[in-house]
T-cell receptor, first 113, second 115 residues
Framework: DQQVKQNSPSLSVQEGRISILNCDYTNSMFDYFLWYKKYPAEGPTFLISISSIKDKNEDGRFTVFLNKSAKHLSLHIVPSQPGDSAVYFCAASAQTGANNLFFGTGTRLTVIP | NAGVTQTPKFRVLKTGQSMTLLCAQDMNHEYMYWYRQDPGMGLRLIHYSVGEGTTAKGEVPDGYNVSRLKKQNFLLGLESAAPSQTSVYFC??????????????FGAGSRLTVL
């Protein structure tokens, strides 16, 4: 049973606009969340993370929001750029340690020039 | 620094054949992992290692074996390949311990097809 879900397999956004990628989780014990980005023929690369003691974390154009009561997190990219076109995976864990890191199925973002 | 390197990148096997995927990292990371990625599913953990000489089962370990004889290498073996093992395999590593332990460095992947 999928504990981390990304219900939108794909998203298309115009260059310069905001991209919002969503992720839902079912396990209330998850306390650390990450987003990874993956280009074709490459491995995923770490993008941004957030711990459950926060509800927002920013890094440049990327912001992750966490709503613990709704068991929902989202990644905002502003402004979106063509180079952001990739597959984005969210991941969650119940404790520090990647041996229990659960990944979503990914959302393919296409930024249209 | 090459980071995490996986070999081979592509392989086609017949059912029942055996093979080994090699993962090498040059970052002196303690922890190493093997994941598989299948369409419509997230990355799933097969096996992992928290240090040289150690291995442990992940979420989907059946049909695979691993070894970590040297800190920098983590091998994934398929003793008798099955079509259900057709997948893209990713190796990853992390320094381990508290702080940043979840931030994995991934290899580029190995696409395996079992006919």
């Amino acid at each position: 049973d999928q504990q981390v879900k990304q219900n939108s397999p794909s998203l298309s956004v115009q260059e310069g606009r905001i991209s919002i990628l969503n992720c839902d989780y079912t396990n209330s014990m998850f306390d650390y969340f990450l987003w990874y980005k993956k280009y074709p023929a490459e491995g995923p690369t770490f993008l941004i993370s957030i711990s459950s003691i926060k509800d927002k974390n920013e890094d440049g154009r990327f912001t992750v929001f966490l709503n613990k009561s709704a068991k929902h997190l989202s990644l905002h990219i502003v402004p979106s750029q063509p180079g952001d076109s990739a597959v984005y995976f969210c991941a969650a864990s119940a404790q520090t340690g990647a041996n229990n890191l659960f990944f979503g199925t990914g959302t393919r973002l296409t930024v249209i020039p | 620094n090459a980071g995490v390197t996986q070999t081979p990148k592509f392989r086609v096997l017949k059912t029942g054949q055996s093979m080994t995927l090699l993962c090498a990292q040059d970052m002196n990371h303690e922890y190493m992992y093997w994941y598989r990625q299948d369409p419509g599913m997230g990355l799933r953990l097969i096996h992992y290692s928290v240090g040289e000489g150690t291995t442990a089962k992940g979420e989907v370990p059946d049909g695979y074996n691993v070894s970590r004889l040297k800190k920098q290498n983590f091998l994934l073996g398929l003793e008798s390949a099955a079509p259900s093992q057709t997948s893209v395999y990713f190796c990853a590593s992390t320094p381990g311990g508290l702080g940043g332990a979840n931030v994995l460095s991934f290899g580029a992947g190995s696409r395996l097809t079992v006919l």
